[in-house]
């Protein structure tokens, strides 16, 4: 089978390393792919969609997988689709589970699907919003409603701050087209998780669960950012709790997509809050998450090609992969001043130290080649992911931090914690 993964980040070269161990895969290409997945397939500097469905027409490609959320709300699939291509990801309809937070708030509201109580304000809403705000409880969660990179969401905790979050948003249009209509949504307590459901649009089939780690400080502090780490198994997603889980929110909300005409393909990413054994929705996104799918895919065995392409065809194949008993922690080796402004262009060394076949995995998500050096080239630099074969977090956060400790750049920064609520 000929495959093209599009993505450049940590998430796609776990995807890559994942499908590239498949029986079924003859060639791999990755659009437009990272230093990191070059070694596992051949990377194509094609980034529009257009191209890139041009591309799998040329040159074959039985199945395309889509990475990040951007193309699949312009419309990939749907492109890709109308050409007869296989695709693991939804269409635009479907996408906007991530990419319209009003329109999941929406959906979450009529198919009883738990998740905080909320209301929606467009641009043109200002004064109601504002009415709104000055009776509401604090803490209160405001978020653009559009794509911002895991970046439009402030947790408020005065009116003041709210008015001015709003202000933000509405006049200075500070995420673009996404701030023009916020949710404003109740606070949550708990502890958060992520579920990622591979679906066909009505079958799925949940991955083990993660917790990622989105402040950018020790002890969750500081700002929000796409994500510091991940760990996995949470066990606080327990078996009896994922059960909850796939009755109470994957299954209602498969069944509510495809009821509105929006049948959902590809991986429902199921971000939840967890207090007191109940899970209540956080988001919802339209594809694998990241870190997590770093810290997910190295605990399955199996055909993880298979079950993609499967469930891309309609037909999904539960037992194409099984889980290992195992775990795995990823610590996101960042440049400092990310998730604001920072310098790139360091040259990374001590890469050379892994092999990634052992029980170390070093993820590229914002590198660049330079000859034979590789650089840093964004605010996520890598992932420094540990996998061991026992449920032992304790021991596999060790191991990550002692990997991390042979990698160098000018301005790495990581946090220290990360699987330590997991492992309390
Ligand atoms: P989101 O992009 O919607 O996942 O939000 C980013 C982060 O903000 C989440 O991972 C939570 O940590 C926090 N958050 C979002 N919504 C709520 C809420 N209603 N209550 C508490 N925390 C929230
Ligand atoms: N790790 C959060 C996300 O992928 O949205």
Redesign the pocket.
């Known amino acids: 089978m000929n495959v093209l993964l599009v993505g450049s980040g940590g998430r796609e070269h776990a995807l890559a390393i994942k499908l590239s161990q498949s029986p079924l895969l003859e060639k791999l290409y990755i659009a437009p792919g990272n230093p990191g997945t070059e070694k596992l397939g051949i990377n194509l500097s094609i980034k529009t969609n257009d191209d890139i469905v041009n591309f799998c027409i040329s040159d074959k490609i039985d199945l395309v997988v889509v990475g990040p959320e951007v193309p699949l709300v312009e419309g990939i699939a749907d492109k890709l689709r109308a050409h007869n291509i296989p695709v693991f990801g939804p269409n635009a309809d479907a996408a906007m589970i991530e990419g319209d ?1 009003s329109f999941s708030k929406w959906l979450m509201e009529k198919y009883n699907i738990p998740t ?1 109580g909320y209301k929606a304000f467009s641009k043109d809403e200002y004064d109601s919003s504002i009415n709104y705000l000055k009776t509401h409880s604090y803490p209160v ?1 405001i ?1 653009a409603s559009g794509l911002a990179a ?1 970046k ?2 402030s ?1 408020c905790n005065t009116f003041e701050e709210a008015k001015h979050i709003i202000e933000d948003n509405f006049n200075n249009l500070i995420f673009g087209h996404a701030s023009e209509k916020v949710v404003v ?4 307590n708990g502890e ?1 998780a992520s579920v990622f459901a591979i679906t066909d649009g009505e079958n799925f089939v949940c991955l083990p669960a993660a917790q990622d780690h ?1 402040r950018i400080g020790d002890n969750d502090t500081g700002k ?1 950012t796409g994500g510091m780490g991940a760990y996995a198994p949470a066990p606080i997603v327990t078996d009896s709790l994922l059960k909850k889980v796939e009755y109470k929110i994957i299954k209602p909300t498969l069944k509510g997509l495809a009821s509105e005409g929006k049948k959902f393909v590809g991986c429902l990413y199921c ?1 939840l ?1 967890i207090e007191n054994g109940e899970p209540k929705v ?2 919802f996104n339209c594809r694998f998450g990241d870190p997590e799918t770093q810290v997910v895919l190295p605990l399955l065995e199996g055909d993880f090609l298979k079950l993609l392409y499967s469930a891309a065809n309609g037909n999904l194949d539960r037992d194409a992969v099984k889980f290992i008993n195992g775990s795995s922690v990823c610590v996101v080796a960042a440049s400092k001043g990310y998730p604001d402004k920072f310098e790139k262009g360091f040259e990374i060394t001590g890469l050379n130290n892994f092999d990634n076949d052992s029980e170390i995995i070093i993820y590229h998500s914002g590198t660049k080649s330079d000859g034979n050096k590789i650089l840093s080239n964004g605010g996520r630099v890598l992932g420094v992911t540990s996998v061991i074969k026992e449920n032992n977090l304790k021991l596999c956060k060790q191991k990550a931090y002692e990997a991390i400790n042979n990698i160098f750049f000018e301005n790495i920064y990581y946090r220290r914690d990360i699987a330590d609520k997991g492992i309390k």
Do not use: L, R
């Open positions: 937070k905080a969660v978020k895991g439009g969401v947790i949504e109740e606070f949550m958060e989105k929000n971000g809050m956080v988001e």
